[in-house]
């Protein structure tokens, strides 16, 4: 059975920075892209990062793009997201989830299919607030 467990949410002022981690157990991790979705009350959930299973290549989102940094740790079946500069928007419940593949990048921007992402974890919450 695949689980997934998201740890490192809180509560930061604006400006300050938190690191997300997620750690999966049942699959075979260093052969999936792994990601960071996040969906605010009374708002789609949306992805906010991907990072390929070799970690060679990595995906974000517009709005977080120069201030979010995915990484992960195969050897410990964890990857992470490094969150900098955090704006009162950014407040959400964050997700981790695996897939064989991010998506595609087209101009400059990301894009997946949702549907592709399986194993989600039960979410952290991020709140930033002053």
């Known amino acids: 059975q695949v689980q997934a467990v998201e740890s490192g949410g809180g509560l930061v002022r604006p400006g300050g920075s938190l690191r997300l981690g997620c750690t999966i157990s049942g699959l075979t991790f260093d052969s999936h892209a792994m990601a960071w979705f996040r969906q605010a009350p009374g708002k789609e959930r949306e992805g906010v990062s991907c990072i390929s299973w070799s970690g060679d290549n990595k995906y974000y989102a517009d709005s977080v793009k120069g201030r979010f940094t995915i990484s992960r740790d195969n050897s410990k079946n964890t990857h992470y997201l490094e969150m900098n500069m955090l704006k009162p928007e950014d407040t959400a419940m964050y997700y981790c989830?695996?897939?064989?593949?991010?998506?595609?990048?087209?101009?400059?921007?990301?894009?997946?299919?949702?549907?592709?992402?399986?194993?989600w974890g039960q979410g952290t919450q991020v709140t930033v607030s002053s």
């Open positions: 989830a695996a897939a064989d593949s991010c998506g595609i990048v087209t101009s400059g921007s990301w894009y997946y299919v949702i549907t592709d992402f399986n194993y």
